[in-house]
């Protein structure tokens, strides 16, 4: 069987480390601080605060300061987890942030407060295995390292069932960061991982297989988000269509020149160069909620109940609004 060689190891530990380093050199748009009341009490407010995360389908919130009208600011708050956000999001630390769907789904099914007001990101995602499994079904009996209440743990479910495999019993469901993931499947801690770029498309640059079905699954391509609390959402709506405008011409320039996307993510990250070539490759970036995405994400919301992540699928109104992009 094919092993990893030591310097690929070395090279994905380079490149993989700078995703789980904290808040540390943000952009000259960004800061850490909250340095202006809540949009959500302050309807005259022209400062947005978005946060995003280290990674580039993540990455749009750096443009929007191209696309605002005259006297808007935008401060990008980088933050190392969907959670996170959420909790920003709530406290009115920030206004907006991109991140994973399932998170808004969560909040949704206990508390609320927050709502996917626009698209993100579709796919970022992989099944990444050692060489020589290329197949699901080949999965019986592995270890696989996954996110819990990610959508990748969520598809990787669905998929092992289609298998006829049970998630639960006939593999090894291993708990890991993204950030660890390929160098976990490089030292033969998992024999797989359902994981989010970069660490996908280093684990390809390190020789390992990939099982390319992960996005055939009933929620699709579903990842990243754009969301809102229900405060912003319902007393600065001003504000939330001025972001939307900023995300949706953001997001369509990049993805019509991908040159210009890599760029901007060299420029304000540390990646590995071949490596991002493939992730971009592996992501679509979009402002819009179709009809197809929302079906898609209230399927998500119910391989979320079969888990056990949450006990009841909340009505899609309740973590959907799509009032702003229509």
Request: contains cysteine; aromatic residues 6%; charged residues 25%.
């Amino acid at each position: 069987m094919e092993k990893f060689t030591l310097k690929k190891v070395a090279a994905t530990a380079v490149s993989v480390v700078f995703l789980s380093v904290g808040a540390m050199g943000l952009s000259g748009c960004s800061t850490g601080e909250p340095s202006h009341e809540s949009a959500s009490g302050d309807s005259s407010s022209k400062t947005i605060r978005v946060a995003t995360q280290r990674q580039p389908h993540l990455f749009a919130a750096y443009e929007w300061s191209k696309y605002v009208p005259q006297g808007y600011d935008v401060q990008v708050v980088p933050m190392d987890n969907s959670n996170d956000e959420k909790d920003a999001l709530l406290s009115g630390d920030v206004d907006f942030a991109l991140m994973g769907v399932p998170t808004v789904i969560s909040q949704a099914a206990q508390d609320g407060g927050i709502k996917v007001i626009a698209g993100g990101a579709d796919g970022g995602s992989g099944l990444m295995a050692k060489s020589g499994i290329t197949e699901a079904k080949q999965l019986k009996g592995k270890k696989i390292g996954y996110v819990p209440n990610s959508s990748q743990e969520m598809a990787l479910r669905l998929l092992l069932k289609s298998e006829g495999l049970n998630p639960d019993s006939d593999v090894d469901m291993v708990k890991l960061g993204y950030s660890e993931m390929s160098e976990a499947l490089a030292r033969g801690d998992v024999d797989a991982f359902a994981g989010a770029e970069m660490g996908v498309s280093l684990a390809k640059l390190a020789g390992a297989s990939e099982i390319d079905s992960i996005y055939n699954t009933a929620i699709g391509k579903v990842n990243i988000a754009l969301a809102a609390s229900e405060d912003v959402i319902n007393n600065n709506p001003g504000l939330v269509k001025v972001a939307i405008n900023a995300h949706k011409k953001a997001t369509e320039a990049l993805s019509k020149d991908k040159a210009s996307w890599k760029s901007g993510v060299m420029k304000q990250f540390t990646f590995d160069s071949d490596a991002l070539d493939k992730a971009l490759d592996n992501m679509w970036l979009h402002w819009d909620l179709s009809s197809d995405y929302q079906k898609q994400c209230k399927e998500l919301a119910n391989q979320m109940v079969e888990i056990g992540s949450i006990k009841s699928a909340p009505d899609a109104s309740k973590f959907l609004d799509d009032q702003f992009v229509k």
